[in-house]
């Protein structure tokens, strides 16, 4: 399964970018979907996640009031708006998803996006 991210790029500190990502609909309309991003040498984290039905929504402390996720389900596809960005949100960004269905758990990810956010 392959989730594709895109939107990614160079920004000045500031400024907004618009990531997006698209999964089957098998997988996307039953999952909890997030964001999570990795810089060099840091592990990855999460950035935001939002349930199937999109009525809950969590966030790192780190983007709260710059960051907002949302998902069109029936586009297949979760975005993630991100303003007011700085050089510490320099990072590999990366979709996931996550379902449990009859008792089974599975999750899958994207390759990821670069953002890179200049001073």
């Known amino acids: 399964v392959q989730l594709q991210a895109f939107g990614g790029g160079l920004v000045q500190a500031g400024g907004s970018l618009r990531l997006s990502c698209v999964a089957p609909?098998?997988?996307?309309?039953?999952?909890?979907m997030g964001w999570y991003r990795q810089a060099p040498e840091n592990e990855r984290e999460l950035v935001a996640e939002?349930?199937?039905?999109?009525?809950?929504?969590n966030y790192a402390d780190s983007v709260k009031g710059r960051f907002t996720i949302s998902r069109e389900n029936d586009r297949n596809t979760l975005y993630l708006d991100m303003n007011d960005l700085n050089p510490a949100d320099t990072a590999v960004y990366y979709c996931n998803a996550k379902r449990l269905v009859l008792g089974t758990r599975s999750e899958y990810w994207g390759r990821g996006t670069l953002v890179t956010v200049s001073s």
């Open positions: 609909g098998s997988i996307f309309n039953s999952a909890k």
């Open positions: 939002i349930s199937a039905s999109g009525r809950t929504i």
